[in-house]
């Protein structure tokens, strides 16, 4: 059974960072960031092949940085300059698929909530 278990959420003010972490009982090719705040849909964030190459959304490029441990199979999101539009409850996924295909992961954690205050 797949695993994936988020930590690292909080509350901040705006302009301040977080760092997220995630393991994963199971290995696959790409980890991936994904958001959800109330009311919209859930969106991805960020992700990141076996191999090390990044994928971004448009709205967290420059600010946010996803990083993986192949070891210990954890993937991270590092998130600085946080805005009040970050927002949302935070959930690591795994896919086989393109690493950049949002809609290609399929596997879930429970999440971890981020709050960013004006």
């Known amino acids: 059974q797949v695993q994936l278990v988020e930590y690292g959420g909080g509350s901040v003010q705006a302009g301040g960072s977080l760092r997220l972490s995630c393991v994963a009982s199971?290995?696959?090719?790409?980890l991936g960031w994904f958001r959800q705040a109330p009311g919209r849909e859930r969106e991805g964030v960020a992700g990141?092949?076996?191999?090390?190459?990044?994928y971004y959304a448009d709205s967290v490029k420059g600010r946010f940085t996803i990083s993986r441990d192949n070891l210990d199979n954890k993937v991270y999101l590092q998130m600085n300059s946080l805005k009040p539009e970050d927002t949302a409850m935070y959930y690591c996924?795994?896919?086989?698929?393109?690493?950049?295909?949002?809609?290609?992961?399929?596997?879930w954690g429970q999440g971890t909530q981020v709050t960013v205050s004006s």
């Open positions: 990141i092949h076996h191999s090390g190459s990044t």
């Open positions: 199971v290995r696959r090719i790409c």
């Open positions: 996924g795994q896919s086989d698929d393109s690493c950049g295909n949002w809609g290609g992961y399929n596997y």
